[in-house]
């Protein structure tokens, strides 16, 4: 399997240049001016067009038990939908309650969905939602198969919560290991206070959500989590940063000498808590944890990303429909389901409000949409960048595309999008997983079950 990339402008987190790129054993194997290709070779005309490494998700929900009900999409249709929208690599939580025993089983359930299910390649940060000696063993186990991040929970207590001790412990662990700590931060015990204050007082809309986590309650767990971290110096990633109290957190900690990196996700860049409060309900399909925010923080995010100060934008991605599983918190907004699924429209979203709006050029685009994950969670130069030896993971991409965001089109298995009626500037044309041609123009022609289950290198082994 072979294919040539002809006369495309080449963006990377730290270039830009034009040339061919050719592609044969789902490597990049030459990149020059005119190349030439064996007969048998797919060559896609990139003229007027960019070319930009694969993009990769760090944080994505598609397996997902979770207040009562199932997400709604599978690795197939979630891999479809990613790579249409020019995303080749996504990291997957593995998120078992902590009542589930051993921790090990909920890894080898994980993989079992994804794996000859999944089109695009996808890992896992796996999740501690208990820590015991048993437990520290599985992972220890699991870090050596190739899973180099954790993800500990600071809210949802009773469920994936960690107490302290298993917090002190976990961090111990990771540094041990040499993995990273990606971390849900707010404060559990604050939220759930507030949460039988509100429903006390008959305030149980969708619209109440914001007030049961604001922004104070996160920028506690950060600032909880991040004295934990440095006890140890324990590498840590603060998944959904969503306020200008979180961030400020964890610059502080960075000052410090702290090591840890941000993310933001595109739902925050763009929508704010105005979305949660509109009526007949339709507000619920905005819930997620932490909430959207209000909007003056949307400009302090996008200038992170800008100084570097935010290293990655995710997705956060958790379907569930509107009717059947959104309306299950009628009445009592702590039973609506969490999430704002965007995987298939974060890129050309974040291409058309950062690139075409001047509020990111187009080497930090590809920083934060690709370079910053694979660099951060072991998969770098594999992927996250276009090099000799790198992955043929590559989206050709047409900014001259013009259309509309509607779950009329989307692949995901929904009912609703949460960015219904947006108009996109730019859309891949052809993306390739490996090599292969995996989406064109917006529809899908690749190969299920193709996507690789990616071992990653710790950080003490880089």
Same mark, same amino acid.
């Given at each position: ?24 054993? @789902? ?72 009542? @589930? ?77 040499? !993995?990273? !700590? ?24 969708? @619209? ?157 685009? !590809? ?23 790198? #992955? ?15 779950a009329r089109t989307h692949h995901l298995n929904l009912d609703y999008s949460a960015f ?36 990653? #290198? ?5």
């Amino acid at each position: 399997m072979s294919i040539l990339i002809k006369n495309g402008r080449i963006i990377t987190a730290e270039q830009d240049y034009s040339a061919d790129i050719y592609c044969e054993d @789902e490597h990049i194997t030459r990149i020059g001016k005119q190349l030439d290709a064996p007969p048998n070779a797919t060559v896609v005309d990139a003229t007027g067009k960019y070319v930009f490494p694969g993009f990769i998700d760090p944080h994505v929900h598609i397996y997902l038990p979770f207040m009562g009900t199932f997400a709604k999409d599978t690795h197939e249709s979630a891999s479809k939908a990613a790579l249409v929208g020019g995303t080749t690599t996504f990291i997957e939580m593995i998120c078992q309650s902590c009542s @589930e025993q051993p921790l090990a089983d909920g890894f080898e359930l994980w993989r079992g969905k994804a794996e000859g299910n999944s089109a695009c390649d996808f890992t896992f940060h796996q999740a501690v939602t208990r820590l015991d000696k048993e437990t520290e063993g599985q992972l220890t186990e699991i870090v050596r198969s190739g899973i180099t991040s954790f993800k500990v929970f600071l809210a949802y207590k009773g469920a994936f919560g960690i107490s302290d001790e298993e917090l002190y412990h976990t961090m111990r662990l990771a540094k041990k290991l040499g !993995v990273i !700590v990606t971390a849900h931060c707010e404060n559990a015990d604050a939220v759930l206070a507030l949460q039988q204050k509100l429903l006390a007082e008959g305030k149980t809309g969708p @619209e109440w959500h914001y007030w049961s986590r604001p922004p104070r309650v996160e920028a506690e767990g950060v600032h909880h989590l991040l004295t934990f971290a440095e006890i140890h110096g324990t590498h840590c990633y603060l998944v959904h940063t969503s306020c200008e109290e979180a961030l400020q957190e964890a610059l502080l900690a960075m000052q410090r000498g702290v090591n840890v990196r941000v993310e933001t996700l595109i739902q925050y860049l763009l929508l704010d808590k105005s979305h949660a409060e509109l009526p007949n309900f339709e507000g619920s399909k905005y819930v997620m944890s932490p909430p959207l925010r209000d909007k003056r923080n949307q400009e302090i995010f996008w200038n992170a990303l800008r100084q570097g100060f935010v290293s990655t934008v995710a997705t956060d991605h958790a379907p569930f429909d509107f009717k059947g599983q959104k309306e299950m918190g009628r009445g009592d907004f702590t039973k609506i389901p969490n999430g704002i699924p965007s995987l298939e429209d974060r890129i050309n979203l974040l291409y058309t409000h950062g690139v075409c709006e001047g509020r990111l050029d187009l080497n930090t685009f !590809v920083d934060c949409a690709s370079t910053q994950a694979a660099k951060l969670f072991g998969l770098y130069p594999r992927k996250g960048t276009i090099a000799i030896g790198s #992955d043929a993971d590559l989206v050709v991409y047409d900014p001259t595309y013009r259309g509309t965001i509607s779950a009329r089109t989307h692949h995901l298995n929904l009912d609703y999008s949460a960015f219904e009626g947006w108009e996109i500037k730019g859309r891949p044309h052809v993306v390739t997983v490996r090599g292969e041609v995996a989406a064109r123009d917006g529809k899908f022609v690749g190969t299920v079950g193709r996507g690789k289950l990616l071992k990653r #290198d710790t950080h003490a082994s880089r």
